[in-house]
């Protein structure tokens, strides 16, 4: 992993854990990252709970069904459920991957600070520019708004924004690449496509406006 690229993912892990007080120097982000990334396993483990405990009574169900209509297996239902626990068994080994990621140097851990400190002091017109995309992002059923998104995806586009803003000679494909690999490390099945239209709006319509 890059310096950059660490930075990013140190600045997007320890975002909503640090007070608007709290001076983001490395020991700061290192405590708010390990906090994010433990936060991240518990969630995904009780996701697994929740899972198996499905699963246990589809296959409960079926077994009843099955004394009576033996062809009635539902497969693909208990297939649905286990690629959604090798999901979140898969995500969990990311999140395990702490050593790593918080192993980095000091120009990472000054990075981190420099984008974070940078979203607190611009939240007003960070805000205002993804509501922007956000208005234009939509599809024949959904109307996105600010509000409604999960926190992992307005985070990843608080970042990015900040990255536009504050480096606008960086070539944009450059910034959405690595918001996507955020998003698939730690979004949902549609974040990944959901950050990248956003953010290719917000690069190609709202900042150019």
């Known amino acids: 992993m890059n310096t950059r690229s660490a930075g990013r993912e140190l600045a997007f ?18 405590l708010a990252a390990t906090r994010t990334l433990r936060n991240y396993a518990k969630d995904q483990v009780k996701r ?26 539902d497969f ?23 050593p790593e990621l918080l192993n980095q ?6 990075f981190a600070g420099e984008i974070v400190l940078f979203v607190r002091k611009n939240k007003s017109r960070i805000d205002e520019l993804i509501i922007s995309a956000l208005q234009i992002r939509k599809d024949k059923e959904k109307h996105w708004n600010f509000d409604r998104i999960l926190s992992v995806e307005k985070n990843i586009f ?20 690595e918001a996507l690999k955020l998003a698939e490390k730690y979004g949902a099945e549609e974040s990944t496509k959901f950050v990248n239209g956003v953010l290719s709006d917000l690069s190609n319509n709202v900042l150019t406006s």
């Open 105 to 110: 140097s000091r120009e990472a851990y000054s």
């Open 48 to 73: 697994v709970r929740r899972h198996l405990a499905t699963l246990g009574e589809a296959f409960f169900n079926d077994n009843l069904t099955q004394q009576e209509n033996p062809q009635k297996l």
């Open 76 to 98: 693909e239902k208990i297939h649905k459920n286990i690629i959604k626990l090798e999901t979140c068994t898969f995500q969990i080994l990311e999140s395990l991957e702490l």
């Open 158 to 177: 608080k970042i990015a924004t900040a990255e536009f803003l504050m480096k606008p000679d960086c070539p944009p494909a450059i910034i959405i690449d």
């Open 13 to 30: 892990l320890a975002l909503n854990q640090l007070s608007q007080n709290t001076n983001p120097d490395p020991d700061q982000l290192l």
